[in-house]
């Protein structure tokens, strides 16, 4: 349904989903959803919370904060998961996804990053769960770092799909498995080689920054995010697979807010704030790579076909006009520094 003008200023494309992002709750919460019901139809909430959500019913009432703080009028859909620990009891985890209150379960491996310290301390720890989890087709969602703290912060994606994650899917070829906002061009190879059950999302700014631009003229915490900038090939190597049409890659803005100042400071947070402006960002992407006809695909229907959910129905339009970021975006937590801070992008998003 991707309809062009001659000059391509105009692009009308099915509403897209996020399928990865962190809505944090109470006031942060509040302060930031808007920016993502505007773009997307639904999303895929993260458990990360403080506590985590750990049981459906913890999912089932996060689930109504979310409902209750999205703008009058919005029919913006979140999508809950379970984050997985040591001690998940298989029965319950299944009928949380049975009931349709979990689309799918979350592995951070212990201590990875921000909220994982309930997280999975190794992987055989969960080996039944996953095991119930592939026998009724609930995706499992993966942060692919290792924590050895004898392995280089670059290196910890690479050395987990060798480690880990190969063996996860050897020992559960049927298990559906997206390995979260992938940042090297070992991921690309490692899901392009894959079975059609591994998937993976790709992140607005893992497309637009190498590790280098966190360093350029000093140090920029607002592009300090897990698993880290890599280096330009593993960018390029991101790109082309995003741009390529293969359906096993999809949108997922592993939008993350922090406040600005738990960011700038001695010990500055991970995560990029990247909702208000997450369709510019990679429709650029796109149309920087001629690739503006894989666009829909991408944004609109490799993730939802992936999850087996329907897609969706109306429209979102977007034009080539230049659109200027703000510097701070204040919400009733915090002031949130969003990606691309002071940038001016040349797309707007004009019609939802
Ligand atoms: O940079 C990140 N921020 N990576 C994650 O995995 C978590 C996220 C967060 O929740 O802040
Ligand atoms: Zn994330």
């Given at each position: 349904m991707v309809s062009c003008e001659p000059m391509t200023t105009t692009l009308t494309f099915r509403r897209p989903d996020d399928w990865h992002l962190h809505l944090r709750d109470g006031a942060m919460l509040a302060g930031v959803i808007a920016h993502s019901a505007r773009q997307f139809a639904r999303a895929i909430a993260?458990?990360?919370?403080?506590?985590?959500?750990?049981?459906a019913a913890q999912a089932l009432a996060y689930r109504e904060r979310i409902l209750a703080a999205r703008p009058a009028g919005s029919d913006f859909a979140p999508l809950m998961t379970a984050y997985l620990t040591d001690g998940t009891d298989p029965a319950d985890l299944a009928a949380g996804f049975e009931r349709g209150v979990f689309a799918a379960a979350k592995l951070y491996p212990?201590?990875?990053?921000?909220?994982?310290?309930?997280?999975?301390?190794?992987?055989g720890a969960i080996y039944p769960v996953l095991e119930r989890m592939e026998r009724i087709g609930m995706p499992l969602l993966v942060h692919g770092e290792v924590t050895d703290p004898a392995v280089d912060v670059f290196d910890r994606e690479a050395v987990f799909l060798e480690r880990v994650l190969a063996r996860v899917i050897g020992d559960f070829p049927a298990l559906k498995v997206v390995s979260e906002h992938i940042t090297t061009e070992e991921a690309v190879r490692f899901i392009e080689e894959g079975p059609a059950t591994v998937a993976a999302t790709v992140t607005p700014h893992h497309l637009q920054f190498n590790r280098t631009a966190m360093f350029?003229?000093?140090?920029?915490?607002?592009?300090?995010?897990?698993?880290v900038l890599k280096r330009e090939r593993h960018r390029l190597a991101l790109r082309r697979a995003a741009t390529s049409g293969n359906p096993k890659f999809f949108l997922g803005t592993d939008s993350a807010p922090h406040p600005a100042a738990a960011k700038e400071a001695a010990c500055g947070c991970a995560g990029v704030f990247n909702a208000p402006v997450a369709l510019e960002s990679y429709l650029t992407v796109f149309d920087e790579e001629d690739a503006l006809d894989r666009f829909e695909a991408f944004a609109s229907e490799h993730g939802a076909r992936f999850y087996g959910l329907p897609l969706n129905t109306g429209t979102v339009t977007m034009r080539r006009e230049p659109t200027e970021v703000p510097a701070r975006i204040q919400t009733p937590a915090a002031e949130v520094v969003p990606y691309q801070a002071d940038a001016t992008l040349g797309w707007r998003l004009v019609a939802g």
């Open positions: 993260m458990p990360n919370l403080d506590p985590p959500i750990v049981t212990a201590h990875a990053t921000t909220n994982s310290a309930h997280g999975v301390t190794e992987v350029q003229g000093g140090l920029r915490p607002h592009l300090y995010c897990l698993p």
